[in-house]
């Protein structure tokens, strides 16, 4: 099978539809066989970010860190665990917004990890909608940039051939 094949396979993607996608020759799609392709290159990249966080069970690790964090930390009771546990499985069904909350709090310091990890096991015994789940990882994510200070990833700039 080449690798072509063993690709559109993996995507679901039909040999009609095959045909009607074409790599953009830019950074942007002009027509619809372009935006066929960037959607499939889309489902290929989803496709590859869900088999990775299932066979690295990154959300198992994290549930199990906030579990024991809510035990320890915060001295939750049994009761309140299983509550925020059963909770963090609901909305879970809804998206992985729980999981990229708590990605991001335990990328930060330890020590503004309590503040957040207190607001989200609240929310999750509140039942909010998922909308407050979205604020708060905005939230942590316009946080975590203020704290880069502006220290982002960027390119190197280009000293010419000469300064090698």
């Known amino acids: 099978m080449t690798r072509m094949r063993r690709i559109l396979f993996a995507t679901d993607l039909s040999k009609a539809s ?19 392709y960037l959607k499939w290159v889309d489902e290929i990249h989803t496709a590859i970010d869900k088999k990775l966080v299932e066979s690295l069970k990154i959300h198992e690790n994290l549930k199990y860190r906030f579990m024991l964090d809510l035990k320890g930390y915060f001295r ?42 207190s607001e989200l096991a609240q929310l999750l015994l509140d039942e909010s909608p998922v909308s407050r789940f979205r604020e708060l990882r905005t939230q942590i994510t316009l946080r975590m940039l203020e704290c880069l200070g502006g220290k982002t990833h960027k390119a190197p700039k280009s000293r010419g051939r000469d300064s090698r």
Do not use: H, M
């Open 18 to 36: 095959a045909k009607e996608i074409r790599k953009p020759s830019g950074s942007e799609a002009r027509t619809e066989s372009e935006k066929n």
């Open 76 to 117: 939750f009771t049994k009761e309140r665990i299983q509550t925020v546990e059963q909770n963090l499985d609901k909305i879970s069904a809804q998206g992985a917004y729980v999981y990229q909350i708590l990605d991001r709090v335990y990328a930060c310091p330890p020590k503004e990890w309590n503040p957040t990890l």
